[in-house]
Structures are given as C-alpha cells and as structure tokens.
C-alpha cells in the first residue's frame, strides 16, 4: 500500500513538469492546515504574478477538490503569497494535494511542486476514526463528517442521530456524508455514528448545533443607594451546555459568574451610570446596554422584622426596619396589604424613611396577616420585594344586636327567632342569649337565658292578654350586645285573606317587588320557608330599608324542586303587618310521585277516571294540567289535555266494550311526570242484561198464555187432531170386562207354553214362558250385571179376584191381561209388550216367601227381569231357576223384549223406574201403556199427571 | 487530655506547642483505635449483611444509572456500550482464597472510584445542571467509597494479620487521558456497565464469603470455648 501512495505522487510530479512557460513557478509552495476549523492555508515565494491557479486534489484517488484562479498580492514584508481556504471536509478525512501555478491572462506557469497534506487514513494510521468531532455549529449550517474505516474492516454504514444516511467514497477507508440545515442538537450534542460490516460500531463523534446568545431587557437599578443591580433576560434557548459551550456574561467588562440558568443577573459595587452587557459563546455574542441616573432606579428592599407594637379591637400599628441607612432620607410610599379569613386589601402610607403605620377598620377578634412594600416616592421606578407577612389577632369587642323576627307556626304557637351572629358581627366567641319578655300593660317580666348554640324561642300567644316586646341580648366575653326587639301582637292578623303570587327564580335569587305601604316605619321584612314544611321549618328572612320596594331574595338554601313561600311584612314599632305573599321554586322539576288514587268508573259506554292531587312537597313545581293518556303496549295516545289543575277528572265516552288502559300525568314547567295507569275491561251493562232476560221471560210466558188459551179453547180440535177417540172394541160373546181389549199378535220369538200347574191342576193350566235362551244362561246373567240386560215380560197368571185386590192402581192394559188371563186357556202370545221392572216390586210385595226374589214370582206369570233384578239376589244353584219350586212358579212369563239403555238400570228398583221410561204399546192399542212405580209418589204422579193432561184433552174438569 | 497529662506531671513543662501536637497525637490514635474498635465489634455475620445490602442498593441504583446515562447521550447511545475500552476496571473478582477475593473487591471498589468521578466531571460539561444523571452518579461514587470502607472494615476483622496493599492488587487502571466528545460518551458507558457487573458479582461473592467465611469462624470459636 505504501508503495502505490508512492507512485500516485512520482506521477503528479511528472505531470507537474511537464507545464513549462515563461511566468516563474511558484516555489516553496508551503501549507499550513488549521483542522478545526478545518482552513488551508497555502504559501509560496518567487513569484510577482498576480493571479495563480490552485489545484487541489485528493491524493488517493486523484479526485479534483479545487481548481480555481486566485488572485494573491505579494506580501511585501515577507516576500510570500498566501491563499487561504475552507475545506467542506474535514483535513483529516483524506491526503490533499495543492499545488500552484502563476497566471497572466492565458500565460500561465508551470505547476508547483505537489504538496500533500496527509489525512489520518494513512496505513499508519490503523485505528477507526470520525471527523469532525466536537464541534459546535449554528443551527441550520451544513457539515460534512467522515468515517476512516479501521485498516482491514469494510465499511458498513453512516448515521446521524437514528437517520441512516448516504455516503461518498473519499478514500479506500474514508467515506463522507454531508449534513445540510442542521436542527438544534440535545444537551450532550448529536450522535453521528460509523459502523462497518458487522454493524458494529467502530467510530463517532459529536456536533453541537445551537444557537449564539439572544439577551434582551437589561434594566439596572439599586437597592441600596450605591450599588447596581442589573437584571435581563436570557432569550432564545441555545441548545448548548457545558463549560466550553455555555454562554458567559460580562458587565462593563466584568465577568458575571452567578449568571447562570435562569437568574440572569449581575451586580457593581458603584452606580456608573452606563451599562453594556456582553453575551458570549462558541457562536458568537450579543451586547446589550442601559444608561439611568441612580434616583431614577431605586428599589428598595423589602422591609424587615415586622412588628404590631399595638394592637386594639379595630385598629393596630405595625413597625418595621430597614436594611440600609440610607433609606432615612428618602422619601418612600409603601404598601401595606392586609388579609383576613373575611377579605384582603392594601393601603398606601408615604413618609421619609417610613417604618411605621397604623392599620384602621379593622375587625374585633380577627385573624390579620399583613405585609409591606415600598418604593421610591420621588421618580418612582418599582416596587421593592414584599417583606415577609406578620399575623396578629385583633382584641374583642362586644357584639352587635342580633337580627331577631317572629314567626308564627300556627295561629297561637310562635317563635322568636335570631340568626346566629356571623364572625364579623359576634366580635368575638359567643358565650350566650338573653330573652327578656316584657308586657309593659302588665308590667311583667321574664328572663331568659339561652345558651349560645339556641337561636329560637317558642312562643304561646293565646296565653298572654296583652301585648308583649320580645328582647334579645347577645353576650361574649367582652360584653353585652345592644337589646334587639320584636313585638308580639294582642291579635295576629289572619293571614288567609293575603293574596299569593307566583315569583320565578332569575338565576340568583327571586326578585320581590311591592308597593310602598305607609306604617313601614321600620322597613319591611321579608321571610321565606318551605312551604311544604308543617313543623319546626326553617325559617329564613331579611331586612329591606323602608325606601325600598323591591329585593333580591337570596340564600344558599334554596333547592331545586322545593316550594318556598315568600311573605312581605311591614314593620313598625308597634307590630309587623302581613302585606304579600308569593310562592316560587328555585327550578321547577317534573313531579316526584303520579296522581295518586287514581281510579276508573265505568259508565255505560264511558269510563270516568278520577284521581286526586299530587301532594305539595311531591309537586316540585306548579302544576300545570294534566295529560290524560290511553296506553296501547308502550304507545300512549293522547286523549286529554287538562290545563286546570283544580280538575282531577275525566270522562272517556263512547267507549266499546273491551279492555283499556289509562295513564294520567300531572305536568309542570319542567314536565311530565311518570303517569299513573289504570286497566279497565268494559264489560255489558248490567241493568240492560237483566232487563233483557226479564223481558224475554215475559214475551215466552205470554205465548205460552196465548198457546194455552188457544189450546184450551180449541181443544176439541187438538184433541181430534192428537188424540183422535179410539172406538170401543165390540166384543162378541160373553166377556165381562167391557174394556181392555188386547190383540195382540204372537211374538215370532217368544213361546208360551201351556203346562199345568201341579197346585191349580184341579182348575185352570199355567201359563209359563220359556225363555229362548237356556235356562242355565238365564241363571248365569242374573248374576252378571255387566251383561246388558234383557228385559223379558212374564205374564203372570193370576186369579181375577186376587189381582184386582193387589194391584188396584193397575193400568188399563194390565187389566185386559188381567182379563185375558181369565180365559183361562185361551191361546195368548204377547209380542213386543214393554213394562217396567216396577212392576216387579207389587209383585214382590205379594210374594211372602223371603227367598222370593224380584226375579222368582209368585203362583201367577210375571215379567222376567234378568238383569234388573237379580243383583240383589243371593246366589242359588241353576236349578232353583231351571226349576222353580212347584206352586210358586206357575203361569207364563211374558219375556221384557227390549234392552236398558241407562246403566242405571244395573241399580235399585229406583232405578229401574227411570230405565222403564217409555211406555210399552199395544201393538194394536194407540193408548200408551204409562209405566207405574212402586212407590207411592210413582204410583200417584204419572196417573195424575196422566189424568189432569186426559181431562184436559178431553175436557173434564 | 492536655491538662490530664499536666495534672499527671505537673512537675513538667511543657512547651504549649508540644502539648498541641501531643494532643493531635492522642486524638489520632484514639481515632484509629475506636475505627478497629467499631469493625471488630461487628459481628461477623452482621458487616458481611450490611455489606450485602449496600452492595445490592449499589447493584439496584447502577442499574437505573445505566438506563439513565444512555436516555442522555443521545441517539445510537444503546450501541456505546458495546465499544471496546481500555483502561477501565475489569469487573471479574479474582483470588483463590477469601482473603484474596475480599481484596479483590476492595480493590475493584478503589480502582473504580476514579473512574466514576472521571464520568461525572465529563457529564457536568455534557449535561443540564439538573439532569438527574449527575446526582445519580454522585451518589453511586459516594456509595461506592462507603462499600469499600466496609469491606477493609470486613477484611480486618476476619483477616486481621492480613495487611491491606496500599495499590490495588489487579493493578492500576488509570482514568484515561483527554479525551473527546464521543469517546466520553462511550467511556461512560462502558464504566457504567462493567460497574453494574462488578456490583453484581460482589453480592454473590458476598453472599458466598458470608456462608463460608462466617461459618468457620463461628466453629473455631465455639471450638475454642469448649476448651
């Protein structure tokens, strides 16, 4: 590597020869480098040109940096030219080589010897270095910094602050970058950092860029009569800290050590009249500068040693030092600011040499602190420092009368009231109240005494005949207040004739106005409470001059939402008189509560809804009307508005029938309230319903009048037309019984037989049916209910005297059997005859044998009842059915042909009376065959009934 | 003490600068006594604590010291560290035996004492006066002295007919000579660092001696009584 450094300059010298002309060439071509500030400075000799070129150029890599025409004068003491540059890069960045040559116009001189100035790249020179470093720079100038690579790295990359920045190759190990327009760098400088491959770290260097000093406002004063005190301000922040790039200050030449930060001052021992302060640093420097005469700059200092040689209940005087002699001749003005917990305020005093004041109207009992400044009364120029502040506390005095008033809680009870003496009237701490009650008519007096958290007194004006004053003292330590009265009438004034009206809140209180009455000797008072409040309310009031007709009520204890009564009262020395009222809300909100009771009544197609009044501490405003809603889901349809709040019901007509639902809100300034809702089902009236089944009752009984008078006076034709005459059967031969004719057909499934009974043998032949099933089954289903009962007709064959003696409410068409059986062996088939089963229990009355059950009759036939009757019977064998015992059993047994349709008829003989319902019919007879019950009301009704209906059909009574 | 010795021969005279400079004489020695006084009452157990927990407070606060330094030297200040320096005290401790190890750290405190004064005089002329940087690097220097004077103390109570070396047994590290800007910056920083390790290292050192050192004491005492 040396070598080739070698052969780069044996070249430039060749080529430097090479120019030849007549202009001599500059010799001792000499240079001189200034690497901070990074200047060339280059010499040479022998030449009496006036103009040279210089060439510089980067000795490695042959690159031109400069190649101008100068134009240098001769120095005539040293026989030298000398040129001066600036080098953009730092000198140690890389060899130069300069070299010159004389010019006149185009003769120009053959070069100089090169010259090189060695950079720090430099084999040699192996170690990793950054130019510039430290350097300090105004804000906004542009630097070039170069990186020299350490001998046998590679270079990796360039930063500015965090900013990765561009290079330029200088050299084989220096790479450059330029910085334009730089910003204000933080304290410790800004950071440009070279890494090489491995991005490491291998060189850096720090620039300080800021500003050059920018003071202004230099203003010089005295505090002490001799010396000088200048003070200005330090102005534009320079960016630059340390001790090499601070700014220094000078006076008048003289340094300024203690200017340091933000005190910017400095001091003379004697007052010179003219002033220049000179701001320096690495950037440059700034004067500024002030001129005064001395006793137009005086400020003294702040007073010393603050002290009260006498303090009294409303005044005191307060003394204190000065720090320099000389302030005894001068005429000073002072401020003396005093502070209370109640307010602060500043008084001016002026003497010569003042030292001592006395404070005025200042209050009893009280906390001061105070303070003093002074200034210079002749050329005043400023105020000096406050001194420190001194605190004492003032002597007591005796209170003020208290504000005293009566308030009535009704029409005989009262109360005295006070308001509690503030700080400023109490003059000192309250020890206690005196109530004197005077009666001057009865010369009567009483003395209270109260202590000192009490400031009220209950009063009974109905106990006392005459007129009594009411005196209210108040007491502390240093004495007694003046006596404050009140005057309590004989008779109070009825308050229920004055008339009220409303006031509204303007913001800060509520402006009362009235018009001047004649007896307010004494001023009017105005007190306020909560109207809502019926016991021990708060009662506020205050005191208006009696030239004024109007107030500003004003409290901290108004609420929103809270109504508060106003009353106006005109006092005199003999008693107060009530004059107006008002009412008002500091803010009016929506009510707290709904109507409550809120009620629906229907009438008819209307419903009325009746509520009452929202109470007065729920109203929270003046209500207004109500809004009177039908409620569908969550939609409400308006159906009234109510603007009379006295009005606390509605009418909703013409309603159909159906459900409603009703919400009713009361409304103030603010709003509506919440709404009370009702339901309501509209139902049919109920008069009309039973008016309407009355008259629907009358209508039917009417036509089945008219029907019945009808009937009865058409009878015969109803009776021809329902009931036709059925003709007497012409019996031929010789049957005794007249009526009763029975003709009747042969079952096709019923047998009689004729069998003889082994009793009436001598006589007559029974008459015995023969059930079509086997008589085993008949046995089987007596004992089975569930079977669906058959019902089989026995006829039973009887004598005819022994059945008209025990049947005697027998129908008719028993009788004919009755008759029929009388024939004795006439060949009878009963088809299709219906009875009942009670015609069983007349049987079974008859039948004195207890095991005779309904289903086993007597000696005569029967009707056979299988299922209806053999429930109750004890269980026998088949053969007492199969057989029945001789002489009980005997005639034929006509079979109950038709089926039991209600299951009653499993039960009693009760029972079977309702299952027998339905005549059986002749199948020749038109006449139903009605059946009877056992008993005697059914053996009485239906032949009753039957016999009223005949004889009405046919006439008989 | 002057005119006790007066009273205890009063039949001597002595001239009144002898006696000052007598004075001066006793007042040292009784200083210097009352110092081995006060590190022999210390109970083995309670200096080698004590220690520990000013170590760990130094440890603890050269951490914040170090995040501190590199949020004021700039941009790129996070890579300073990593930069070789010579001339700055190595952080490892060595010796074989406890005495040598305690020396070492005693030694190590002293050598990087200079140091950290040479950081915080560069960074008064780097830094605002009232960057939290200087009085943080005051302090760690003040702190530094007082652990040093605690482990001597400790060395001469365990090790009392070891004398301390007047020189640093790894060898001086001078503070290094003029420097620039930039290297300011990464001299700090590496101080800073190595610093932070060699006070991490010295908690387990103490932490070992404590166990080892403290534990053989204690049973050649409670040997000795038995005899």
């Given at each position: 590597?040396?070598?080739?450094?070698?052969?780069?300059?044996?070249?430039?010298?060749?080529?430097?020869?090479?120019?030849?002309?007549?202009?001599?060439?500059?010799?001792?071509?000499?240079?001189?480098?200034?690497?901070?500030?990074?200047?060339?400075?280059?010499?040479?000799?022998d030449s009496h040109a006036s103009a040279f070129d210089v060439e510089i150029l980067r000795t490695e890599l042959?690159?031109?940096?400069?190649?101008?025409?100068?134009?240098?004068?001769?120095?005539?003491?040293?026989?030298?030219?000398?040129?001066?540059?600036?080098?953009?890069?730092?000198?140690e960045c890389t060899s130069l080589s300069v070299k010159v040559r004389s010019r006149d116009g185009q003769d120009v001189s053959e070069w100089s010897s090169q010259q090189i100035l060695p950079g720090l790249d430099l084999p040699d020179n192996t170690d990793s270095q950054m130019y510039p470093e430290g350097k300090t720079v105004p804000v906004g100038s542009n630097m070039t910094f170069c990186c020299i690579v350490e001998e046998g790295q590679q270079f990796g990359s360039l930063w500015y602050k965090d900013t990765l920045v561009k290079v330029n190759m200088l050299s084989r190990r220096t790479y450059a970058t330029t910085m334009t327009n730089q910003g204000p760098s933080n304290p410790s400088g800004t950071n440009v950092v070279c890494s090489n491959e491995k991005k490491m770290i291998i060189a850096g260097a720090v620039v300080f860029v800021g500003y050059p000093p920018l003071p202004s406002d230099l203003v010089c004063e005295t505090h002490d009569l001799i010396s000088v005190d200048c003070q200005w301000s330090k102005g534009r922040d320079t960016y630059l800290f340390g001790m090499t790039r601070q700014t220094y200050y000078t006076l008048n030449g003289r340094n300024c050590p203690k200017a340091r930060n933000s005190n910017m001052r400095c001091g003379l021992e004697q007052w010179e009249g003219n002033w220049t302060l000179v701001a320096r640093n690495l950037l440059g420097e700034f004067r500024l500068t002030d001129a005064a005469e001395l006793g137009h700059r005086v400020r003294p200092v702040a007073p010393v040693n603050l002290t009260t040689p006498e303090v009294?209940?409303?005044?005191?005087?307060?003394?204190?030092?000065?720090?320099?002699?000389?302030?005894?001749?001068?005429?000073?003005?002072?401020?003396?600011?005093?502070?209370?917990?109640?307010?602060?305020?500043?008084?001016?005093?002026?003497?010569?040499?003042?030292?001592?004041?006395?404070?005025?109207?200042?209050?009893?009992?009280?906390?001061?602190?105070?303070?003093?400044?002074?200034?210079?009364?002749?050329?005043?120029?400023?105020?000096?420092?406050?001194?420190?502040?001194?605190?004492?506390?003032?002597?007591?005095?005796?209170?003020?009368?208290?504000?005293?008033?009566?308030?009535?809680?009704?029409?005989?009870?009262?109360?005295?009231?006070?308001?509690?003496?503030?700080?400023?009237?109490?003059?000192?701490?309250?020890?206690?109240?005196?109530?004197?009650?005077?009666?001057?008519?009865?010369?009567?007096?009483?003395?209270?005494?109260?202590?000192?958290?009490?400031?009220?007194?209950?009063?009974?004006?109905?106990?006392?005949?005459?007129?009594?004053?009411?005196?209210?003292?108040?007491?502390?330590?240093?004495?007694?207040?003046?006596?404050?009265?009140?005057?309590?009438?004989?008779?109070?004034?009825?308050?229920?004739?004055?008339?009220?009206?409303?006031?509204?809140?303007?913001?800060?209180?509520?402006?009362?106005?009235?018009?001047?009455?004649?007896?307010?000797?004494?001023?009017?008072?105005?007190?306020?409470?909560?109207?809502?409040?019926?016991?021990?309310?708060?009662?506020?009031?205050?005191?208006?001059?009696?030239?004024?007709?109007?107030?500003?009520?004003?409290?901290?204890?108004?609420?929103?939402?809270?109504?508060?009564?106003?009353?106006?009262?005109?006092?005199?020395?003999?008693?107060?008189?009530?004059?107006?009222?008002?009412?008002?809300?500091?803010?009016?909100?929506v009510p707290s509560r709904t109507v409550p009771r809120l009620s629906p009544n229907q009438e008819g197609s209307d419903v009325q809804l009746t509520w009452d009044q929202i109470p007065l501490e729920h109203q929270r405003g003046f209500i207004l009307g109500y809004t009177v809603y039908l409620t569908n889901a969550s939609h409400l349809t308006l159906l009234a508005n109510i603007t009379d709040p006295q009005l606390t019901n509605h009418t909703v007509r013409n309603l159909v029938l159906g459900s409603y639902k009703f919400t009713v809100k009361a409304y103030t300034a603010a709003g509506e309230d919440g709404g009370a809702t009702v339901s309501i089902s509209l139902e049919p009236y109920t008069y009309w319903l039973i008016m309407e089944i009355l008259v629907a009752l009358g209508a039917m009984t009417c036509l089945l009048i008219v029907i019945t008078i009808a009937c009865y006076r058409k009878r015969k034709w109803v009776k021809k037309a329902f009931y036709p005459e059925i003709p007497e059967p012409k019996?031929?031969?010789?049957?005794?019984?007249?009526?009763?004719?029975?003709?009747?057909?042969?079952?096709?499934?019923?047998?009689?037989?004729?069998?003889?009974?082994?009793?009436?043998?001598?006589?007559?032949?029974?008459?015995?049916?023969?059930?079509?099933?086997?008589?085993?089954?008949?046995?089987?289903?007596?004992?089975?209910?569930?079977?669906?009962?058959?019902?089989?007709?026995?006829?039973?064959?009887?004598?005819?005297?022994?059945?008209?003696?025990?049947?005697?409410?027998?129908?008719?068409?028993?009788a004919s059997s009755t008759?029929?059986?009388?024939?004795?062996?006439?060949?009878?088939?009963?088809?299709?005859?219906?009875?009942?089963?009670?015609?069983?229990?007349?049987?079974?009355?008859?039948?004195?044998?207890?095991?005779?059950?309904?289903?086993?009759?007597?000696?005569?036939?029967?009707?056979?009842?299988?299922?209806?009757?053999?429930?109750?019977?004890?269980?026998?064998?088949?053969?007492?059915?199969?057989?029945?015992?001789?002489?009980?059993?005997?005639?034929?047994?006509?079979?109950?042909?038709?089926?039991?349709?209600?299951?009653?008829?499993?039960?009693?003989?009760?029972?079977?009376?309702?299952?027998?319902?339905?005549?059986?019919?002749?199948?020749?007879?038109?006449?139903?065959?009605?059946?009877?019950?056992?008993?005697?009301?059914?053996?009485?009704?239906?032949?009753?009934?039957?016999?009223?209906?005949?004889?009405?059909?046919?006439?008989?009574? | 003490m002057s005119g006790h010795v007066k009273n205890m021969c009063p039949q001597l005279t002595i001239s009144q600068a002898a006696r000052t400079l007598l004075s001066l004489l006793l007042v040292a020695a009784i200083d210097?006594?009352?110092?081995?006084?006060?590190?022999?009452?210390?109970?083995?157990?309670?200096?080698?604590?004590?220690?520990?927990?000013?170590?760990?407070?130094?440890?603890?606060?050269?951490?914040?010291?170090?995040?501190?330094?590199?949020?004021?030297?700039?941009?790129?200040?996070?890579?300073?560290?990593?930069?070789?320096?010579?001339?700055?005290?190595?952080?490892?401790?060595?010796?074989?035996?406890?005495?040598?190890?305690?020396?070492?750290?005693?030694?190590?405190?002293?050598?990087?004492?200079?140091?950290?004064?040479?950081?915080?005089e560069q960074q008064t002329d780097l830094q605002p006066p009232s960057s939290s940087l200087l009085s943080k690097l005051s302090t760690a220097h003040n702190r530094t002295n007082g652990l040093a004077n605690q482990i001597n103390c400790i060395y001469q109570t365990l090790f009392p007919n070891l004398p301390i070396p007047p020189e640093p047994v790894d060898g001086p590290t001078s503070v290094p000579p003029s420097q620039n800007v930039f290297q300011q910056k990464v001299y700090g920083c590496?101080?800073?660092?190595?610093?932070?390790?060699f006070l991490s290292r010295v908690t387990r050192e103490l932490r070992t001696l404590k166990s080892q050192v403290c534990t053989r004491r204690t049973t050649f005492a409670d040997t000795n009584a038995l005899f």
């Open positions: 590597m040396p070598s080739l450094f070698f052969c780069i300059l044996l070249l430039g010298l060749r080529v430097t020869e090479s120019q030849a002309s007549g202009l001599a060439t500059p010799q001792q071509v000499r240079l001189d480098a200034d690497k901070e500030t990074q200047k060339l400075s280059v010499t040479w000799e042959m690159e031109i940096v400069l190649n101008e025409t100068v134009g240098v004068t001769e120095d005539q003491s040293t026989g030298k030219h000398q040129w001066n540059w600036t080098s953009p890069v730092p000198l009294y209940s409303w005044n005191a005087s307060v003394g204190w030092l000065w720090k320099y002699n000389g302030y005894e001749r001068l005429s000073l003005i002072c401020q003396v600011q005093r502070t209370s917990h109640l307010n602060s305020s500043t008084q001016t005093y002026t003497g010569y040499g003042l030292n001592t004041v006395v404070l005025k109207d200042l209050q009893p009992d009280e906390k001061y602190s105070v303070k003093v400044r002074c200034g210079s009364q002749k050329n005043f120029w400023k105020w000096g420092e406050w001194s420190l502040p001194l605190s004492f506390q003032t002597k007591m005095d005796r209170p003020v009368a208290p504000d005293i008033w009566l308030w009535m809680d009704s029409d005989n009870l009262g109360r005295v009231l006070w308001k509690p003496l503030t700080k400023s009237e109490s003059h000192g701490q309250i020890s206690g109240y005196e109530v004197i009650l005077w009666s001057p008519e009865e010369n009567s007096q009483q003395t209270l005494t109260l202590h000192q958290s009490v400031f009220s007194l209950p009063i009974n004006v109905t106990d006392r005949g005459s007129k009594v004053t009411v005196t209210v003292t108040a007491r502390n330590p240093a004495g007694v207040s003046l006596p404050a009265n009140v005057v309590i009438p004989r008779h109070l004034p009825d308050a229920e004739d004055t008339t009220i009206s409303r006031v509204a809140f303007n913001g800060s209180g509520f402006p009362l106005s009235w018009v001047a009455h004649a007896n307010a000797s004494c001023g009017y008072v105005v007190d306020w409470y909560n109207t809502s409040c019926t016991q021990d309310c708060n009662v506020e009031w205050t005191r208006v001059a009696a030239d004024n007709t109007n107030t500003m009520v004003q409290s901290g204890n108004f609420f929103a939402g809270v109504r508060y009564t106003f009353s106006l009262y005109a006092c005199s020395s003999e008693s107060t008189v009530l004059l107006e009222r008002w009412h008002g809300y500091m803010q009016e909100l019996l031929p031969g010789e049957w005794g019984i007249t009526q009763g004719t029975l003709d009747v057909k042969p079952s096709p499934h019923s047998m009689v037989h004729i069998v003889e009974d082994s009793v009436w043998d001598s006589s007559k032949e029974a008459l015995v049916t023969v059930p079509e099933e086997d008589e085993e089954g008949t046995g089987d289903e007596a004992a089975d209910t569930d079977e669906p009962t058959s019902l089989r007709y026995y006829n039973q064959v009887v004598e005819e005297g022994s059945s008209s003696q025990r049947r005697p409410h027998a129908s008719d068409s028993s008759g029929s059986m009388d024939s004795g062996h006439t060949d009878v088939t009963y088809t299709g005859i219906q009875t009942s089963a009670c015609s069983l229990a007349p049987m079974a009355h008859f039948q004195p044998q207890p095991d005779a059950s309904q289903c086993v009759g007597g000696g005569s036939y029967r009707p056979q009842m299988q299922s209806a009757s053999c429930p109750e019977e004890p269980q026998t064998g088949p053969e007492e059915h199969l057989q029945p015992p001789v002489g009980s059993f005997g005639g034929y047994q006509p079979q109950c042909s038709w089926k039991q349709d209600s299951p009653e008829a499993d039960g009693e003989g009760g029972g079977l009376d309702q299952a027998c319902l339905g005549s059986p019919t002749s199948v020749t007879s038109s006449q139903f065959l009605l059946p009877y019950d056992t008993s005697e009301e059914g053996k009485e009704h239906p032949s009753s009934a039957s016999t009223w209906f005949h004889n009405l059909l046919t006439g008989k009574p | 210097s006594v009352s110092a081995a006084v006060v590190c022999r009452k210390q109970p083995c157990g309670s200096s080698l604590q004590r220690s520990l927990k000013l170590t760990k407070l130094i440890h603890k606060e050269s951490v914040d010291l170090l995040k501190t330094y590199k949020v004021s030297q700039g941009d790129m200040s996070e890579l300073f560290c990593q930069m070789s320096i010579n001339n700055v005290p190595d952080p490892n401790i060595s010796g074989l035996d406890p005495s040598e190890r305690m020396l070492s750290i005693y030694s190590h405190c002293k050598a990087f004492l200079p140091h950290l004064k040479r950081v915080t590496v101080v800073l660092k190595r610093f932070k390790e």
